[in-house]
């Protein structure tokens, strides 16, 4: 253990890692414990050589080695590949602090110590929880061992690790968005439905997830559906998106605009987390760089009332819905008395890729793989 007051002035570190104290981690040690969805990107095992502990506020996106304390709601954890690794008491495990809105699971925060706190998100979220829905289990508990370092003593962040602004020359891909009444709504059922009707026209498609909390089975469903390139907030340095400024907001959905079109897409297919009333999906919606980027919207809802709400808060918004979609198609008396409301299609997810299709031939530049399709 070094003298972390000297240690700290001899490496510029900031004066708010005074009064902690560093602890040498074995990459054994590291290679053993259960890294998270959410810390997929960053070579945690070569690069964190110390364990920052003391008196110190945890932020968004700081990596954490946490001892799993009792199970609760999550008795796994999803790795960076994907696999759920089952979790016991004791086990050592590598997450990200985070907020979390979830109206079906938990409401939790960043706590501002290294207390003891929960487990909020398979994905890998570590956060404190105050509320739950009545149908949750606690939380599994978690006790946080010290943020993870590198070897000059520097706290390792998500955002260390984000994806860059890219430049494209090429004109902007036709790009469509799912929103939803909330939580469940049907909207990455829906995303992966359009993408996988897009795939067997032969287009190319990048999809993002582009707010939520981190965690992969939305992205999952993307790439199996055949995307050819998937991203989501956390490749822009976010675990959450609750809470972060508008401005913030902005500038991870044009990072991963930008990086999508990179790939020179026919069609970009985004999803757009929990419900219009949200807090930060009203804010990007509200967005004239949102507005100016989508051409078309698709919107999930379970029930007639919430469908024909959320389509005239869009339409006030002046966006151009093309059809209704997600778990209202479960229901036949719901799907009907949507119908009966509205004048747009309600359609089953694959259907709504193939009328996005249609609209894209009707556009005024035909695509450039589906251009070689036609000829």
């Known amino acids: 253990m070094k003298n972390s007051t000297a240690f700290a002035i001899n490496n510029n570190i900031d004066s708010n890692q005074i009064n902690s104290e560093m602890q040498e981690l074995s990459k054994e040690r590291m290679s053993r414990a259960k890294a998270s969805y959410n810390v997929r990107n960053i070579p945690v095992i070569n690069i964190a050589t110390h364990l920052l502990t003391g008196n110190l506020q945890p932020q968004a996106g700081d990596l954490v080695l946490a001892k799993v304390t009792a199970i609760g709601q999550h008795q796994r954890i999803e790795l960076g590949t994907g696999r759920r690794a089952g979790l016991h008491v004791g086990d050592e495990i590598i997450v990200c602090y985070g907020s979390r809105y979830a109206p079906d699971q938990f409401e939790a925060y960043v706590p501002e110590s290294l207390e003891a ?3 909020v998100a398979a994905g ?3 956060a404190k929880s105050i509320n739950r829905h009545s149908k949750m289990k606690p939380a599994t508990s978690i006790l946080p061992l010290g943020l993870l370092a590198n070897a000059q003593g520097e706290r390792m962040n998500l955002n260390d690790w984000a994806i860059k602004p890219a430049t494209s020359k090429q004109p902007k891909p036709f790009t469509t968005v799912v929103l939803g009444t909330s939580m469940n709504a049907g909207k990455t059922t829906t995303a992966a439905g359009i993408i996988l009707a897009l795939k067997k026209q032969g287009l190319k498609v990048a999809a993002a997830k582009v707010t939520g ?3 992969g089975g939305d992205r999952w469903k993307m790439v199996d559906a055949g995307a050819d ?3 989501d907030f956390t490749d822009a340095g976010l675990t959450s998106t609750f809470g ?11 990072c991963l605009i930008d990086n999508a079109s990179a790939i020179t897409p026919d069609v ?7 419900g219009l009333y949200q807090k930060e999906t009203a804010a990007l919606i509200s967005s004239e760089i949102f507005k100016s980027t989508v051409d078309e919207v698709v919107f999930a809802a379970g029930e007639a009332l919430g469908a024909k709400k959320g389509v005239m808060i869009l339409n006030r918004e002046s ?3 093309c059809a209704v979609s997600g778990a209202i198609n479960a229901s036949p008396l719901a799907k009907r008395e949507a119908e009966e409301v509205l004048d747009l299609p309600i359609l089953q997810p694959e259907k709504v890729g193939e009328l996005i299709y249609a609209l894209l031939q009707q556009s005024q530049s035909m695509p450039f793989h589906a251009s070689i399709k036609a000829a």
Not at 244 to 254: A, D, G, I, N
Not at 268 to 274: F, H
């Open 117 to 119: 706190c929960h487990l």
């Open 124 to 126: 890998g979220i570590a």
């Open 213 to 215: 909390t981190g965690a």
């Open 229 to 231: 390139l998937v991203l």
């Open 244 to 254: 972060v400024s508008q401005q913030q907001l902005e500038t991870t959905f044009s």
């Open 268 to 274: 970009i297919v985004l999803e757009v987390a929990d």
């Open 319 to 321: 966006y151009s819905v």
